[in-house]
């Protein structure tokens, strides 16, 4: 099992940026495929981006191919999710999550961190 700890949420106006992080405690993300997803108010879970943290591109949900980019940090054993051009419709709960197979469900979920872009 690993644990995983998200930080970098806030509050931001549109058209800015924040970085999210995704940190595991007590082991390496080594092995490991590791997205991020969000879920806004009142709507399903969705994708927005993953990456195998040994080797491979990064996958987006179109809604953020563009404007997101997803990244690991070996150096602080972390996966950055860099977000520009935030848009009110980003406005949720960013959730990091690991899975150990190449398909199939994630195995374990962070807390989240709030995301809000304000209009």
């Known amino acids: 099992q690993v644990q995983l700890v998200e930080s970098g949420g806030g509050l931001v106006q549109a058209g800015g940026s924040l970085r999210l992080s995704c940190a595991a405690s007590?082991?390496?993300?080594?092995?490991?495929?590791v997205a991020w997803f969000r879920q806004a108010p009142g709507k399903e879970r969705e994708f927005v981006a993953r990456?195998?943290?040994?080797?491979?591109?990064?996958y987006y949900a179109d809604s953020v191919k563009g404007r997101f980019t997803i990244s690991r940090d070996i150096a602080k054993n972390t996966v950055p999710l860099q977000m520009n051009n935030l848009k009110p419709e980003d406005t949720a709960v960013y959730y990091c999550?690991?899975?150990?197979?190449?398909?199939?469900?994630?195995?374990?979920w962070g807390q989240g961190t709030q995301v809000t872009v304000s209009s």
């Open positions: 007590g082991r390496s993300f080594s092995g490991l495929t």
């Open positions: 999550a690991t899975r150990s197979a190449t398909f199939g469900p994630y195995d374990d």
């Open positions: 990456i195998s943290w040994s080797i491979g591109p990064a």
